[in-house]
């Protein structure tokens, strides 16, 4: 089975492009993983650490080859509403997820946090469609939560 132990931003080099592998967000939170590509080749992650890879980065094979990384559509909650700011602020002290658009933000689908932005007078929707989040602070790449 092929290994990949490094993950490449760009295709420079022109190299062969294997196939696609489309992954959640949850799922691109990775270091050590077997993994099936969109047409069924399997193949293992092996990195040094645990990162957060994006859409259009690509898994470098041993053997050169290239895998190109897919953000998957995934069940979210689209918010809108006159206080974003202050949904915003609510879920960010929830040190959850959020993705922040002109007039919109989505987060994953959470019974929990949607009651919350109801009670806040936020107007919800569920949606289908790719999160990408913004990254953690200082540039750490993800938000994550963490006891006080």
Same mark, same amino acid.
């Given at each position: 089975?092929n ?6 931003n760009e ?6 492009l294997?196939?696609e ?16 590509? &969109?047409?069924g080749?399997?193949f293992?992650v092996?990195?040094?650490e ?5 859409? &259009? ?5 041993? &053997? ?9 559509e995934?069940?979210? /909650?689209?918010?809108k ?8 602020? !609510?879920?960010g ?10 007039n919109? /933000? ?6 929990? /946090?949607?009651n919350m932005?109801?009670?806040? !007078?936020?107007? /919800? ?18 938000t994550?939560?963490?006891? !006080?």
């Open positions: 089975m290994t990949a132990f490094k993950i490449v295709n420079k080099d022109n190299k062969e294997l196939d592998i489309s992954l959640s967000y949850e799922e691109r939170f990775i270091r050590r993983k077997k993994l099936k590509t &969109n047409n080749t399997e293992l092996n990195l040094e645990t990162i957060s890879v994006d859409e &259009n980065q690509f898994f470098e094979l041993e &053997n050169g080859n290239l895998i190109k990384i897919i953000s998957k995934e069940n979210l /909650i689209e918010i509403g006159d206080n974003l700011k202050q949904i915003i602020w !609510h879920i002290n929830r040190h959850l997820p959020c993705q922040i658009e002109e919109r /933000i989505l987060i994953q689908d959470d019974a929990i /946090i949607l932005v109801l009670k806040l !007078h936020g107007n /919800i929707k569920k949606i289908f469609e790719k999160f990408k989040p913004e990254g953690g602070a200082y540039g750490m790449g993800r994550h939560s963490h006891k !006080h």
